[in-house]
């Protein structure tokens, strides 16, 4: 069965540093992809970056990257260069290629609070 | 802003009454999702539509339904609402389906709340 698993709840940074946040993904599929959402305190949820399976370098978005390790099956975002205005919630969804549908399967999510 | 829009923002019901929530995609996106967000399931994905029609279907309940019109908006209309149906419900937007068209962007969602 498809599964994200994200095993930090919660995690503090001081601002201006750099945090990795973890996700592991089971599937058998071999097209897929893998996403990062950010969902702040007002609740929306903000696309963060993507990385598909077939993507041979990590993807990057301004201060966010993924580290892809396929033979490991993990999708770790990392931020650089924390700002206060990275304290929010942070899903890792993925979804399924080559089908009827990409519906996502997010994770539990982990709660991100950058520190001054 | 992600360009995805939904209404309303707020609603508040009682058990037994039907709402409908409203959502219109970013312009040029062809499918649209709906997930629900709840403490205890956390966020699950409804059902998709892609260019009207039904795509795929998770867990959604029989008390549920959806439609997805000619124009591209969709509604989600929950009736005969229970306690647990209380959540914040979540629409999504892509141009497509597969590789990086498949990217989704979410609308601000619709806090629903059954007393």
């Known amino acids: 069965a498809q599964k994200i698993t994200q095993t930090q709840p919660g995690m503090f940074v001081q601002e201006k540093e750099a945090v990795t946040l973890d996700c592991t993904y089971d599937?058998?599929?071999?097209?897929?992809?893998l996403f990062w959402y950010k969902q702040p305190s007002s609740g929306e949820m903000i696309f963060l970056i993507y990385?598909?399976?077939?993507?041979?370098q990590n993807a990057t978005e301004g201060r966010y990257s993924l580290n892809f390790q396929k033979a490991r099956k993990s999708a770790n975002l990392v931020i650089s260069a924390s700002q206060l205005g990275d304290s929010a919630m942070y899903f890792c969804?993925?979804?399924?290629?080559?089908?009827?549908?990409?519906?996502?399967?997010f994770g539990t999510g982990t709660l991100l609070a950058v520190q001054p | 802003d992600s360009g995805v829009t939904q209404t309303p923002k707020h609603l508040i019901t009682a058990t037994g009454q039907r709402v409908t929530l409203r959502c219109s995609p970013r312009s040029g996106d062809l499918s649209v999702y709906w997930y629900q967000q709840s403490l205890d399931q956390g966020l699950q994905f409804l059902i998709q539509?892609?260019?009207?029609?039904?795509?795929a279907k998770g867990n959604i309940l029989e008390r549920f339904s959806a439609q997805q019109f000619p124009d591209l908006h969709s509604e989600l209309n929950l009736s005969s609402l229970e306690l647990g149906d209380s959540a914040l419900y979540f629409c999504?937007?892509?141009?497509?389906?597969?590789?990086?068209?498949?990217?989704?962007?979410f609308g601000p969602g619709t806090r629903l709340t059954v007393l």
């Open positions: 599937t058998s599929d071999q097209s897929y992809g």
């Open positions: 999504a937007s892509s141009k497509s389906v597969g590789g990086r068209w498949s990217e989704q962007f």
């Open positions: 969804a993925m979804s399924l290629g080559g089908g009827a549908t990409n519906k996502l399967i």
């Open positions: 539509y892609y260019n009207g029609e039904e795509r």
């Open positions: 990385q598909g399976s077939y993507d041979e």
